[in-house]
């Protein structure tokens, strides 16, 4: 039973470093003028076709008016365009300029980074094992509250 609590407590102090480690990672150099938020944003976008705001505010559980004060901000730092689609004028699809999609890779290289940092030292059954919790956690996240 000791092993239960000692796990809580490094998924505590795992969950917080993640955040504050990634944020002055990832939010540095030319990317200072944006926040950490604004970075999944960019992410969620990415760097393929234009995607629709209701799509993007999906995938990010936020609201499209939540999500549209992000974008504006985003718009004026000439990270992200946004135009009204031609199919359906009641659509607004956004898309990464060029610092956006600077960013993007930017943030891609250090999520690579940490998944090499995580994985590359284990081997198959402990890769496996690793990545059936890492699905449990996701899921019990995915349903609680609901």
């Known amino acids: 039973m000791e092993n239960y609590y000692e796990s809580g407590e490094t998924l505590l102090k795992l969950f917080n470093g993640i955040n504050r480690k990634e944020e002055k990672a990832v939010i540095s150099g030319e990317f200072r003028d944006i926040s950490n938020n604004d970075m999944h944003i960019i992410d969620a976008i990415g760097i393929g076709e234009p995607r629709s705001m209701s799509a993007v505010a999906r995938d990010l559980s936020v609201t499209v008016g939540t999500l549209t004060i992000a974008i504006n901000n985003l718009v004026k730092k000439s990270y992200v365009k946004r135009v009204r689609s031609e199919k359906d004028r009641r659509v607004v699809l956004v898309s990464l300029l ?3 999609k600077r960013a993007y890779r930017h943030h891609k290289d250090f999520h690579d980074a940490e ?3 995580i994985m590359g030292g284990l081997d198959e059954d402990q890769a ?3 990545i059936k919790a890492l699905t449990d956690l996701d899921d019990f996240f995915m349903h609680y509250g609901k």
């Open 98 to 100: 060029e610092k956006g």
């Open 115 to 117: 998944l090499f940092a």
């Open 128 to 130: 496996e094992t690793l």
